[in-house]
């Protein structure tokens, strides 16, 4: 009987683990449909270009938790390199990856409808 609480418990984990991933995936795709339609050549008004809109500050930011120049700014057409940035970006400030908090990182000066639209979306 203890054997199978165990495979029980284990599965659990193992579900939980697989929806926090998908949940953390469509988050990023979520933050990309309303930053930038999804469009990796996508241009903003304030600096910010590419897939998920990615600033030169943030770039500059992400390598310097990398401890190295491991991305250019051109890297943030890219939308792999925009979401290896996103997610460095994220586990260093949001280790826990809590929605609203990954949300309110990536773009601090958003508004509750930009917030709600993200969610909506989820």
């Not at 390199?81 to 994220?90: P, R």
């Not at 280790?95 to 958003?110: D, Q, S, V």
Request: aromatic letters at 10%; proline letters at 2%.
């Amino acid at each position: 009987m203890e054997h199978k609480k165990i495979i029980f418990v284990i599965l659990v984990l193992i579900i939980s683990v697989n929806c926090k991933a998908i949940t953390w995936t469509k988050l990023v795709y979520s933050i990309a449909k309303i930053e930038s339609n999804q469009n990796s050549k996508a241009i903003g008004k304030h600096n910010d270009v590419g897939f998920l809109q990615l600033t030169p500050v943030y770039v500059k930011e992400v390598n310097r938790i990398c401890g190295k120049r491991k991305y250019t700014l051109r890297d943030r057409y890219s939308i792999r390199k925009s979401i290896e940035m996103f997610n460095i970006y994220q586990s260093h400030y949001n280790p826990h990856h809590l929605i609203k908090k990954a949300i309110r990182l990536h773009n601090p000066k958003a508004s509750t409808k930009y917030m709600n639209k993200i969610l909506a979306l989820l």
